[in-house]
Nanobody, 123 residues
Framework: QVQVVESGGGSAQPGGSLRLSCAAP????????MGWYRQAPGKQRELVAA???????IYLDSVRGRFTISRDNANNTVYLQMNSLKLEDTAVYFC?????????????????WGHGTQVTVSS
């Protein structure tokens, strides 16, 4: 079992920035891919960004150029820097861990989820 712990999030105005962090502390597994999904009210959960251990990244088209995912491999930690936030970025953001890396790198969710953290963008 892999425990996934998120931090960050909160509220920002349009054009502002927030940073999310996600760790898999104490995991005996090497987590080959980690990423972030989000779910807005009434909408399906969608992949926002993913980062493989080898350094490959995937971004949702609507966040490319505004969000940056980065990773600390030694600590199984991934970060999501969100800049130029828009109202439509408001959602609950979930961290996802994929130990094999075979799923996230093709846009599918791995087996382990965090509890989610709220991001609210409002003026």
């Amino acid at each position: 079992q892999v425990q996934v712990v998120e931090s960050g999030g909160g509220s920002a105005q349009p054009g502002g920035s927030l940073r999310l962090s996600c760790a898999a502390p104490g995991s005996i597994f090497t987590i080959n891919a980690m990423g972030w999904y989000r779910q807005a009210p009434g909408k399906q959960r969608e992949l926002v960004a993913a980062h493989t251990r080898a350094g490959s990244t995937i971004y949702l088209d609507s966040v490319r150029g505004r969000f940056t995912i980065s990773r600390d491999n030694a600590n199984n930690t991934v970060y999501l820097q969100m800049n130029s936030l828009k109202l439509e970025d408001t959602a609950v953001y979930f961290c996802n861990a994929d130990p094999t890396g075979s799923r996230l790198r093709v846009g599918l969710a791995g087996d382990y989820w965090g509890h989610g953290t709220q991001v609210t963008v409002s003026s």
